[in-house]
Protein backbone atom coordinates (compact mmCIF):
# COMPACT_ATOMS: atom_id res chain seq x y z
CA UNK A 1 0.00 0.00 0.00
CA UNK A 2 0.73 3.48 -0.90
CA UNK A 3 -0.47 7.11 -0.21
CA UNK A 4 -0.32 10.41 -0.69
CA UNK A 5 -0.68 13.13 2.15
CA UNK A 6 -0.55 16.61 1.22
CA UNK A 7 -0.37 20.14 3.30
CA UNK A 8 0.29 23.89 3.58
CA UNK A 9 -3.52 24.71 2.36
CA UNK A 10 -4.95 27.62 4.18
CA UNK A 11 -6.40 31.45 4.00
CA UNK A 12 -4.25 33.87 2.04
CA UNK A 13 -4.79 37.07 0.80
CA UNK A 14 -4.17 38.06 -2.90
CA UNK A 15 -0.86 38.47 -4.03
CA UNK A 16 0.45 36.42 -1.15
CA UNK A 17 1.88 33.38 -0.79
CA UNK A 18 2.03 29.69 0.25
CA UNK A 19 3.82 26.38 0.08
CA UNK A 20 2.24 22.70 -0.24
CA UNK A 21 3.81 19.94 0.20
CA UNK A 22 2.77 16.08 -0.75
CA UNK A 23 4.79 13.32 0.63
CA UNK A 24 4.67 9.32 0.01
CA UNK A 25 4.64 6.73 1.92
CA UNK A 26 4.02 2.97 2.36
CA UNK A 27 6.49 0.59 0.49
CA UNK A 28 8.27 2.65 -2.20
CA UNK A 29 11.11 1.47 -4.81
CA UNK A 30 11.06 4.66 -6.69
CA UNK A 31 8.48 7.71 -8.14
CA UNK A 32 8.17 8.30 -11.33
CA UNK A 33 6.17 11.90 -13.12
CA UNK A 34 4.47 13.46 -9.42
CA UNK A 35 2.13 16.36 -10.62
CA UNK A 36 -0.24 18.70 -8.50
CA UNK A 37 -4.41 19.35 -9.48
CA UNK A 38 -6.86 21.46 -8.64
CA UNK A 39 -10.66 21.67 -8.44
CA UNK A 40 -12.45 24.60 -8.45
CA UNK A 41 -16.17 25.16 -6.84
CA UNK A 42 -18.35 23.86 -9.76
CA UNK A 43 -15.34 23.24 -12.34
CA UNK A 44 -13.80 19.66 -13.28
CA UNK A 45 -10.33 19.03 -12.17
CA UNK A 46 -7.46 20.52 -14.06
CA UNK A 47 -3.52 20.00 -14.25
CA UNK A 48 -0.96 22.55 -12.69
CA UNK A 49 1.90 21.57 -12.64
CA UNK A 50 4.17 18.19 -12.87
CA UNK A 51 7.48 17.01 -12.58
CA UNK A 52 9.66 13.92 -13.70
CA UNK A 53 12.14 11.94 -11.75
CA UNK A 54 14.37 13.50 -14.50
CA UNK A 55 12.69 16.90 -12.94
CA UNK A 56 11.05 18.18 -16.04
CA UNK A 57 8.84 20.79 -15.08
CA UNK A 58 5.12 21.05 -16.84
CA UNK A 59 3.01 24.23 -15.95
CA UNK A 60 -0.78 25.79 -16.91
CA UNK A 61 -0.27 29.04 -18.51
CA UNK A 62 -2.56 30.25 -15.98
CA UNK A 63 0.17 29.46 -13.06
CA UNK A 64 3.64 30.16 -15.43
CA UNK A 65 5.89 32.67 -13.73
CA UNK A 66 3.47 32.27 -10.41
CA UNK A 67 4.14 28.35 -9.50
CA UNK A 68 7.39 26.79 -8.80
CA UNK A 69 6.92 23.14 -8.61
CA UNK A 70 9.93 20.82 -7.67
CA UNK A 71 10.20 17.54 -5.65
CA UNK A 72 12.96 15.82 -2.98
CA UNK A 73 13.44 12.24 -4.25
CA UNK A 74 14.96 11.11 -1.07
CA UNK A 75 12.06 12.33 1.30
CA UNK A 76 9.47 11.04 -1.77
CA UNK A 77 7.73 14.65 -1.74
CA UNK A 78 6.91 17.19 -4.19
CA UNK A 79 6.24 21.00 -3.37
CA UNK A 80 4.47 23.62 -5.10
CA UNK A 81 5.52 27.34 -4.26
CA UNK A 82 3.12 29.51 -5.10
CA UNK A 83 3.41 33.09 -5.43
CA UNK A 84 1.17 35.76 -6.41
CA UNK A 85 -2.12 34.43 -5.82
CA UNK A 86 -5.16 35.31 -7.07
CA UNK A 87 -8.99 34.67 -6.33
CA UNK A 88 -8.85 32.62 -9.08
CA UNK A 89 -6.36 30.09 -7.88
CA UNK A 90 -8.99 29.65 -5.15
CA UNK A 91 -10.05 25.21 -5.04
CA UNK A 92 -8.60 21.91 -3.51
CA UNK A 93 -5.28 21.35 -4.72
CA UNK A 94 -4.57 17.47 -5.17
CA UNK A 95 -1.15 15.70 -5.35
CA UNK A 96 -0.71 13.00 -8.11
CA UNK A 97 1.98 10.87 -8.47
CA UNK A 98 3.34 7.02 -10.44
CA UNK A 99 4.12 5.23 -7.72
CA UNK A 100 6.78 1.88 -7.93
CA UNK A 101 6.99 -0.03 -5.47
CA UNK A 102 9.37 -3.28 -6.38
CA UNK A 103 7.30 -5.40 -8.73
CA UNK A 104 4.15 -3.92 -8.29
CA UNK A 105 3.18 -0.39 -10.39
CA UNK A 106 0.54 2.15 -8.83
CA UNK A 107 0.37 4.50 -12.18
CA UNK A 108 -2.17 6.91 -10.32
CA UNK A 109 -1.96 7.68 -6.63
CA UNK A 110 -3.95 10.71 -5.51
CA UNK A 111 -3.92 12.39 -2.39
CA UNK A 112 -6.80 13.55 -0.21
CA UNK A 113 -6.56 17.48 -1.34
CA UNK A 114 -5.89 20.61 0.53
CA UNK A 115 -7.71 23.58 0.59
CA UNK A 116 -6.38 27.18 -1.00
CA UNK A 117 -8.68 29.70 -0.42
CA UNK A 118 -7.36 33.14 -1.80
CA UNK A 119 -9.30 35.83 -0.67
CA UNK A 120 -9.61 39.50 1.32
Known amino acids: QVQLVESGGGLVQPGGSLRLSCAAS????????MGWYRQAPGRERELVAT???????NYADSVKGRFTISRDNAKYTVYLQMNSLKPEDTAVYYC??????????????WGQGTLVTVSS
Open 96 to 109: NAEIFSWDLTYPEV
Open 51 to 57: ITNGEVT
Open 26 to 33: GTISSIGT
